[in-house]
């Protein structure tokens, strides 16, 4: 199995970014999908999620307005477009899967198994 995290980068206060999560390997329809963040110096936190029939999304209360989690089954691909992005966004993005739940969107870092190896992003002001 093989997660592979793009799309990051620097973007002043603000701006937006559209990071992506490509999946091989799995039988990508079986897996919920979650965004998670580590800044320096901060333990791993989650940012939004997908069930894996994508009925239900999940957000941090931090993102909640600004980032939108999308996923396209037949693409093997998930989508996380950050917008209105703030200095406290900055961080490592990774996404991690794991065998579906029936819908529900898991939070804890510890319920993912599969994990791809992260993509900066920084804003700046």
């Known amino acids: 199995v093989q997660l592979q995290a793009s799309g990051g980068g620097l973007v002043q206060t603000g701006g937006s970014l559209r990071l992506s999560c490509a999946a091989s390997?799995?039988?990508?329809?079986?897996?919920?999908v979650g965004w998670f963040r580590q800044a320096p110096g901060k333990e791993r936190e989650f940012v939004a999620g997908v069930s894996s029939n994508v009925m239900s999304t999940g957000y941090s209360d931090s993102v909640k307005g600004r980032f939108i989690i999308s996923r396209d089954n037949a693409k093997n691909t998930v989508s996380l477009q950050m917008n209105y992005l703030k200095r406290e966004d900055t961080a490592v993005y990774y996404c991690?899967?794991?065998?579906?739940?029936?819908?529900?969107?898991?939070?804890?870092?510890?319920?993912?198994?599969?994990w791809g190896q992260g993509t900066l992003v920084t804003v700046s002001s």
């Open positions: 390997g799995l039988t990508f329809s079986n897996y919920d």
């Open positions: 991690a899967a794991e065998w579906n739940t029936f819908g529900v969107v898991r939070r804890s870092s510890s319920a993912y198994t599969y």
